[in-house]
């Protein structure tokens, strides 16, 4: 079975300052895995995602997150934080090698930016 | 190219009525899956359907909801004689019928029970 585990339900950085949103995951398998950006009273936006191929992913809007096998990590960062940024993150895993699996969530970290 | 159509998007039932959701996935999408974001919460798989098929229903409760991806339309999730724990955002997800991974989701539809 998969499981995926955020660190921090809340964090709070500065505008500019590095953003870190921590993500642990379990799985049978070799993981995909995802990180998604939820704006209030929106759907989820995907932000990135690890297939496999190089372990330094890098997304949308200056994000990246480094998968981590001996570590069982895939932690989202962001040099530096802008107000946009202000959010709620979620990671997810899925064992499937096709987009017919299901994803797995993370209960969410909210991102504070202040000015 | 539109995104996942998802309506309504705010949607308001008495306990004991039915709630419709609809679901017009992404042009050339085949799957659609449908999530539960319970308010404080992650989101949580329901069901996986592609065109007149349910693959996965193991999310689902094991009554009052369905869900149907007919040939032509857009896919429903129904819930029967809703009740206050119903109350959530659902959202819906689509993706190609070729390999792809990750899923374009729709805006949801927030569900409130009275």
């Known amino acids: 079975a998969q499981s995926v585990t955020q660190l921090g339900s809340h964090v709070s950085v500065s505008e500019g300052a590095l953003v870190l949103l921590r993500c642990n995951y379990s799985?049978?398998?070799?993981?995909?895995l995802f990180w998604y950006v939820q704006y209030p009273n929106q759907g989820l936006q995907l932000l990135l995602k690890y297939t496999s191929a190089a372990t330094l992913v890098k997304g949308i809007n200056g994000f990246e997150a480094e998968f981590k096998k001996s570590e069982t990590s895939f932690h989202l960062t962001k040099p530096s934080a802008h107000m946009s940024d202000a959010a709620e993150y979620f990671c997810?895993?899925?064992?499937?090698?096709?987009?017919?699996?299901?994803?797995?969530f993370g209960e969410g970290t909210q991102l504070t930016v202040n000015p | 190219n539109a995104g996942v159509m998802q309506n309504p998007r705010h949607l308001v039932r008495r306990r004991g009525q039915e709630a419709r959701l609809r679901c017009s996935p992404m042009k050339g999408h085949s799957h659609v899956y449908w999530y539960r974001q319970l308010p404080e919460e992650g989101l949580k798989f329901m069901v996986y359907?592609?065109?007149?098929?349910?693959?996965?229903e193991s999310g689902m409760p094991k009554e009052r909801f369905s869900a149907e991806f007919p040939k032509e339309g857009p896919s429903i999730l129904r819930i029967q004689q809703v009740v206050r724990g119903d109350s959530a955002a659902y959202f819906c997800?689509?993706?190609?019928?070729?390999?792809?991974?990750?899923?374009?989701f729709g805006s949801g539809t927030r569900l409130t029970v009275v």
């Open positions: 997810a895993v899925s064992e499937g090698e096709t987009s017919g699996s299901r994803l797995t």
């Open positions: 359907l592609q065109k007149e098929n349910i693959i996965d």
């Open positions: 997800a689509s993706s190609p019928m070729t390999g792809s991974y990750g899923y374009t």
């Open positions: 799985s049978s398998v070799p993981p995909y």
